[in-house]
């Protein structure tokens, strides 16, 4: 499956196909809900459920749902148990989210696993074409039981009654659950079942490994990339060639899946692109653009436009005078109508499709004037390798939004562009050159236009042998699969019980190909050619081999590790140097300390010589302590081994002591010095002695560190040890000293004073235990930060690093800080007050970051919302250290006790719209918002009356009522308008009518579908009024000119139906009805082009989120 939840990155404007959680930012445990009960039903139950079932779910009073997550029946296919889970408000994102659930996954036996590739939808009620359906496929199990879209489709489009989505509070919802068998991922061998092998997946590179296959199958592409030149001393992370060397060098040698970690970060990209999905067009344009910079001045220059590039001329020649206009352009891949076009030829024929610029779009040829001309397109000449990109994804201007065409588009394996008398071909074209393609591979995408899956369908060598190239996997498939089902269109299912007369079922298929390639006949001899290791610079072949080495013996000794036993073995000396430097608490990180493999049948005595020509100490000197974890969580050497232990094998003696069954046998080795410093027999131990650690603390210089061991009574006191303490710290003798023992420091830390004068068996220490002390206290140790080994152990426990960024700069670290986690609401925004030189901490607005998109969170801390440091650090199962700052005009706790308010005030005679920020407090009313409106804006005279009103998608839908709160009030979804009240409307009779004014255009080809565009208005007609006297007072409130107000139309609307109005006709008899509510279902329509910039993609309203286009940096 392509889409993963990634654990670094939350989901931006992409689409990612994620399980669901109860937050996007990670997996989180679902907690079983009951199914609700709206109607459902399913389409062509038969008796024995079939592998393919469509599910449609009934969803009443839908707007008043109050459950954060919405369960629909259960329904069966392939004998499985399935429903469709909703989240109605978002799953913590502004869109609808919803998701393919297994109903019964708690109950199901250990190791379940199903597969299922299935489409989600939601009815468009109006118009069926504009439903939104998402396709992908996933194998459930009990980790992922949950797979769907996060972010299905905006809210305000589903909750906009005039969309179609939501009609008479109902919404429809459709499931297509196909249940296939469960792929076998894990025994299968892509080498062995076809010669080739895969490509990793990253998160969402799909799309790039799909385009990646397919360049490495062009041979001669693949021997221009090894001969690019690169040295030893090159990075493959940092040198794209290097990088698709070391890919294509993998993917030929390889036995199993390559990775592309190494390509992706010598494009520049960070985890974070490779969870994004972007246009393979794009990526493939890209590249080939990077590539042919990096083959300049070497022996593959030009390389790239030898395969890749073709010519065509533009032209304009005009018709009634001799004069034409051309223009030559290089291409490196055709994009290729698909909507209206029934295959590759009609597209073609599209392409060079003349065109006339005659009437009012007449051609200004030089020297000639306004002429009749004619326009088009004609090919100078093919490369040898052809792409062609169907153009499967469009902006729809209608509906303001990208679609995926699904429609049915053919395409021939033999493609013949000198056919019809070489009517593609200008008439300069080589005709010498038999432009005779056959086709190489297909890319194909699987899924919606925001999101889905990439895989490729290749033959490598021209042969009938088709392989799918699908991420890791690559299985042989026939022509039929790599052809016709991937056409598109639609697919009829079999009929499952054909006595019934039921009608064959229908639906869409959304896998289909979207990028051809084409190799031409008589180049295809050049072009697949032999690659050999002869091809492959000698460093290369030298790294890539040692690489391959290195991993094989990764693999051996990991196959091996069963019959070894590792060996840590910790001494004084790993102490001394990591207490105090790299860890404070418990003894030592026996990561980093000397390990052994040892076959776990070795005699322990051979061990102990394997030490002693390791550290030069001779066995009869060497005493091995056995570490122990304790209750508390601390790790500690327990006990010595005993002379039975060390006449047993390593392995057994690992298994006594570990009852975790893993690898490894943890050793403290005791090892007693003489005066000379040379190695000694280590004292006898008995149950009366007991071995303790210590460390000495320095307040003045706020350090700790390791001083040795002793091997005390149990009966002793501390006292007894006091001058032997002295000696180890460099103290005189008689030094004063206070004693703390380290007992645990989880969950939080335990330093307990010791008294000197009780027995070390009544302060209850025993083997392994850890005794702290330092200087007795004076004066001026008192003034110290940390005065005392517990507070220094506190402050160290506790202490945290934060990076403080910029909202406005969420990528960018501005400082750091050095706080502490135990630091309150107050103290964090104080000491950051401090550092920014600002007088008023309260005026600091915090948000804490998302550990999983790398993101600001949506929404900032409230006013001491939270109690400690720690509390805005943590994020789900995760610690942070970011934290994002914005420095407030007022302070924060004053800001929440307001409301802040997007308006848009309409002058009343200038042609402008000024967007203000109203911030009020939160029980001020609609009359307040007035007034301090009054005080911002220019009125047209004193007395001007304001009001406030709601628009939505181009109509008014509300005028607030004086008294209405503002605090209910939402400005996210919907556009809050001021405006003038016109005087006609004060001074309204009791027979004149409001009604609502609004622009529109319709939709061409068959639907016609109606869309509002540009600034509602209302307007008051009188009785006895016709629309040539309504048509004139409009044309004066919106200083139309002449020319262009003859081209407009008028209708009256109704539920969204035009019925277009004569000049004789009398509007007021239209509207009945005196209220303005509900005006959405009539009004006056004024039909006319919208001549607004369109936006290229919907904006998405999330806080901190954009989109990336597809950049290789390096």
Not at 179 to 184: I, P, S, T
Request: aromatic share 12%.
């Amino acid at each position: 499956m392509t889409m993963m939840t990634p654990p670094p990155v939350d989901q931006e404007d992409e689409e990612m196909l994620v399980p669901h959680s109860d937050a996007v930012e990670g997996p989180q445990p679902m907690e079983v809900a009951q199914p609700a009960d709206p109607v459902s039903t399913v389409e062509n139950q038969p008796v024995e459920d079939p592998p393919t079932l469509k599910f449609t779910w009934t969803i009443a009073n839908f707007s008043r749902l109050n459950t954060r997550k919405h369960y629909s029946d259960i329904f069966i296919v392939g004998g499985y148990k399935w429903r469709i889970l909703i989240f109605p408000k978002g799953n913590n994102v502004d869109h609808l989210s919803m998701y393919l659930d297994v109903a019964d996954s708690t109950t199901l036996p250990y190791g379940w696993s199903r597969y299922a590739q299935f489409s989600l939808a939601i009815v468009n009620q109006i118009h069926s074409k504009y439903s939104i359906r998402k396709e992908t496929q996933h194998q459930f199990n009990a980790r992922e039981s949950d797979w769907g879209f996060t972010s299905f489709m905006p809210l305000s489009e589903l909750y906009d009654p005039s969309r179609g989505y939501l009609v008479n509070d109902t919404v429809l919802v459709e499931a297509e659950v196909a249940v296939r068998k469960v792929l076998d991922y894990w025994s299968y061998d892509s080498k062995k079942e076809t010669g080739f092998v895969g490509l990793k997946n990253q998160g969402a590179t799909c799309y790039m490994n799909s385009l990646l296959q397919t360049l490495y199958h062009i041979p001669y592409f693949r021997k221009a990339v090894y001969h690019m030149p690169t040295t030893e001393n090159d990075a493959p992370t940092a040198s794209i060639p290097l990088a698709l060397q070391s890919l294509f060098y993998k993917l030929q040698y390889n036995d199993t899946s390559v990775a592309t970690k190494q390509l992706t970060k010598s494009f520049g990209w960070d985890t974070y692109d490779s969870f994004m999905q972007h246009d393979v067009q794009e990526l493939n344009r890209v590249l080939s653009e990077k590539l042919e910079d990096k083959m300049k001045g070497t022996v593959v220059e030009g390389t790239i436009q030898q395969l890749f590039e073709g010519h065509h001329m533009n032209y304009i020649e005009c018709i009634n005078v001799d004069y034409k206009s051309t223009r030559k352009e290089s291409f490196y891949d055709l994009q290729l109508d698909v909507k209206g076009c029934k295959d590759v030829y009609a597209s073609f024929d599209k392409y060079v499709e003349v065109e006339r610029l005659e009437g009012d779009n007449k051609y200004h040829a030089e020297g000639h004037g306004l002429q009749d001309a004619k326009k088009g397109v004609l090919f100078i000449d093919f490369p040898p390798v052809l792409q062609l990109q169907l153009k499967r994804f469009e902006y729809d201007f209608m509906r303001d939004t990208m679609v995926k065409i699904n429609d049915r588009y053919e395409f021939p394996l033999q493609l013949d562009l000198d056919r019809d008398n070489r009517k593609y071909l200008s008439p300069e074209a080589d005709r010498s050159v038999r432009n005779l393609y056959t086709l190489h591979s297909v890319l194909v995408h699987s899924g919606g236009v925001h999101g889905g899956h990439y895989y490729a369908f290749i033959r490598p060598t021209l042969s009938d042998q088709w392989y799918k190239f699908d991420d890791e996997r690559v299985t042989k498939e026939d022509m039929k699969r790599a052809l016709e089902e991937q056409y598109g269109g639609e697919e009829e299912l079999p009929q499952t019980n054909p006595g019934f007369n039921n009608p064959p079922f229908k639906f869409t298929k959304y896998s289909n190909a979207y990028m051809l390639v084409y190799i031409r006949e008589s180049d295809k001899d050049k072009i697949i050619c032999n690659v050999d290791e002869q091809d492959i610079a000698e460093h290369l072949r030298v790294r890539l081999k040692k690489e391959q080495e290195e991993k094989e013996d990764k693999r051996r000794y990991k196959a091996q590790a069963h019959l070894f036993t590792i060996i840590k073995v910790a001494r004084d000396d790993d102490l001394a140097g990591q207490i105090g430097k790299d860890i404070y608490f418990d003894l030592v990180d026996h990561d980093k300390v000397h390990s052994f493999r040892i076959q776990k049948h070795t005699p322990f005595q051979q061990f102990k010589e394997e030490v002693a020509k390791e550290f030069g100490i001779p066995i009869q000197f060497q005493r091995f302590w056995i570490w122990a974890k304790r209750q508390n969580h601390t790790y500690r050497p327990n006990r010595p081994l005993t002379p039975q232990e060390e006449l047993q094998p390593v392995g057994q003696i690992r298994e006594a002591s570990n009852k975790a069954n893993n690898a490894e046998l943890k050793l403290f080795l005791e090892v007693e010095h003489g005066p000379d410093l040379h190695p000694i027999s280590p004292p006898d131990k008995s149950k009366e002695e007991i071995l303790l650690f210590f460390k000495l603390y320095d307040p003045e210089k706020v350090e700790i560190r390791y001083v040795g061991r002793l091997m005390v009574k149990s009966s002793s006191k501390p006292m007894d040890i006091i001058e032997k303490l002295n000696v180890m710290a460099g103290f005189a003798p008689d030094q004063e000293i206070e004693l703390f023992e380290e007992i645990k420091f989880e969950p939080c830390v335990m330093c307990e004073h010791l008294d000197k004068k009780t027995s070390f068996r009544l302060c209850q220490i025993e083997d392994g235990d850890i005794i702290c002390y330092q200087k007795a206290l004076t004066d001026k140790d008192s003034e110290c930060q940390y005065p005392d080994v517990p507070s220094f152990l506190e402050y160290v426990q506790n202490r945290q690093l934060v990076r403080f960024r910029s909202l406005e700069k969420p990528k960018e670290d501005e400082f750091v800080l050095e706080l502490s986690k135990l630091h309150t609401y107050d103290d964090v925004v104080e000491r950051e007050a401090r550092k920014l030189s600002l007088d008023d901490p309260s005026k600091i607005r915090l948000t804490s970051h998302n550990c999983y998109s790398q993101q600001p969170k949506p929404q900032p801390i409230k006013y001491r919302g939270v109690e400690h440091l720690s509390d805005m650090l943590v994020h789900y199962n995760q610690t942070s250290d970011i934290l994002y700052y914005e420095v407030l005009d007022i302070p924060l706790p004053e800001l929440q006790g307001l409301k802040t308010l997007k308006v848009a005030f309409h002058h009343a005679t200038k042609d402008e719209v000024v967007i203000h920020n109203i911030r009020l407090p939160k029980q001020s009313t609609v009359g307040d918002v007035i007034n301090e409106f009054k005080t911002k804006v220019e009125l047209s005279h004193p007395d001007a009356e304001l009001r406030l009103l709601e628009v939505f998608y181009h109509k008014i839908y509300k005028i607030f009522p004086m008294t209405e709160k503002i605090e209910n009030i939402n400005d996210q979804y919907w556009t809050l308008r001021a405006e003038e009240i016109p005087e006609e409307e004060k001074n309204i009779g009791p027979n004149d009518r409001l009604i609502h004014v609004y622009h529109f255009t319709k939709e061409s080809g068959q639907n016609q579908q109606v869309q509002n565009f540009g600034e509602p208005f209302f307007l008051v007609i009188h009785e006895g009024e016709t629309l040539e006297e309504i048509k004139a007072r409009i044309q004066k409130k919106m200083h139309v000119p002449d020319e262009d107000f003859a081209k407009w139309r008028f209708a009256f609307m109704s539920m969204g139906r035009p019925e277009y109005l004569q000049d004789t006709d009398v509007v007021y008899n239209r509207f009945q009805r005196r209220e303005v509510y509900g005006a959405w279902e009539q009004y006056l329509g004024l039909e006319h082009s919208d001549n607004a910039p369109k936006r290229a993609y919907a904006v998405n309203q999330n806080r901190h989120t954009y989109e990336k286009p597809v950049k290789i940096y390096n």
